[in-house]
């Protein structure tokens, strides 16, 4: 299967440790974003990455969490010093852009990463 | 800002019966996308239909069409025929194109329950 893949897929950790997830996006796919969404709840967009630069940033993104795409491929989304309410599962998904598209091209998302913080 | 609003949290139909999910959003834009996406217990999210706001057919794919109301700024999927493995949730979601970002804003979904 070449879809997104993303690692681990649930994750337990106590309140203050560090956690980082993995996406490996679609081969050859240009745009990856990272989303997290809670029971019950709609996906809240996170950040997002054309290649390997970082384009934007949501508020939500605060300074404990860092993204990276080092080599415009796969990417990690690590939390620093984990709290409760940052237990949430965090989506991975990529996209093509062609340089003539419309941006309407199809997202495809990963299965997610379910995070607990106890 | 953009924001998605889908009032129903579940909803629940007979197999083989027609369920319409309702969904509405807020935007000054006048170009954007609408989407939306099915999201079954515990596996990953997957894209349902689209429509291009620019467009005044609306969308269909198989048993799934929308009603799109540009006007009314409402976006709503209706399910014919439906099936136990349409059990899922469902989240309408608003791309903005303006900003060449791709950046989906999601509702807060409705769980659909098939029955048998």
């Known amino acids: 299967d070449t879809g997104v893949s993303q690692d681990p897929r649930h994750k337990i950790t106590k309140r203050g440790q560090n956690v980082t997830f993995r996406c490996d996006p679609i081969s050859e796919h240009n745009r990856l974003y990272w989303y997290r969404q809670t029971l019950g709840q709609g996906p809240e967009f996170l950040t997002y990455f054309q290649n390997e630069a970082q384009l934007e940033k949501s508020r939500l993104l605060s300074d404990r969490f860092s993204a990276e795409r080092p080599k415009g491929s796969f990417s990690t989304l690590e939390i620093q010093r984990t709290e409760q309410g940052d237990s949430a599962m965090y989506l991975c998904?990529?996209?093509?852009?062609?340089?003539?598209?419309?941006?309407?091209?199809?997202?495809?998302f990963g299965e997610g990463s379910w995070l607990t913080v106890v | 800002a953009q924001t998605v609003t889908q009032s129903q949290p579940e909803m629940s139909v007979q197999e083989a019966e027609t369920v319409t999910l309702s969904c509405t959003y807020d935007?000054?834009?006048?170009?954007?996308?609408l989407f939306w996406y099915k999201q079954p217990p515990s596996r990953q999210m997957i894209l349902v239909i689209r429509q291009e706001a620019y467009k005044q057919q609306n969308a269909t794919e198989n048993r799934f069409s929308v009603n799109f109301q540009k006007a009314a700024k409402s976006f709503s999927l209706k399910i014919s025929d439906s099936q136990l493995g349409d059990t899922a949730m469902y989240f309408c979601?608003?791309?903005?194109?303006?900003?060449?970002?791709?950046?989906?804003?999601f509702g807060q979904g409705t769980t659909l329950q098939v029955k048998p």
């Open positions: 998904a990529s996209s093509l852009l062609r340089g003539d598209d419309t941006i309407g091209n199809t997202i495809y």
């Open positions: 935007t000054s834009e006048n170009n954007y996308y």
């Open positions: 979601a608003f791309m903005m194109l303006s900003s060449n970002t791709g950046k989906l804003i």
